[in-house]
């Protein structure tokens, strides 16, 4: 019995913004002495860049079928697709220099100095698929 492991890469989306603009609506508004284009607004997708967290699925489900495709024809079964999931974080932390001291004359704290934070996020995603195949005989 021999099996065969394949990857199958998920890629990132491509991310859009609506953008507006003003173009000639191919007719004229007459004037005295010439003629005016009249203008339409008109709104377009247009490719902002590569999502950091969103995955194609349409092109991972496309390049799945191709890799199936391919294993089948050399004669293998798909015994298990296997999900690869990754992440990324990122956070932000200040210090802005907090002191406190014990004051012995009133028995109590005294506080001094300016403010501390910290903030962070995370997320998960689809990096890949793994295809476990057996050779039929």
Known sequence: MENKV????????MEYEEV???????????????????????????????????IDSERLASDLQDAIND??????KIRQILPIISGDY?????????????????GTEE???GASFGLGYGYSFTDSLIIVAEKQT
């Open 6 to 13: 394949v990857l199958v890469k998920a890629h990132f989306a």
């Open 71 to 76: 294993l089948n024809v050399q004669g293998y």
């Open 90 to 106: 990122d956070y932000l932390y200040s210090n802005e220099g907090i002191s406190s001291s014990y004051s012995m004359f009133t």
């Open 20 to 54: 507006s603009r003003r173009v000639p609506s191919g007719r004229y508004e007459k004037g005295l002495f010439s003629q005016k284009p009249i203008m339409k607004t008109v709104t377009e997708q247009v490719e902002k860049g590569i999502s950091k967290s969103k």
């Open 111 to 113: 506080v001094s100095g």
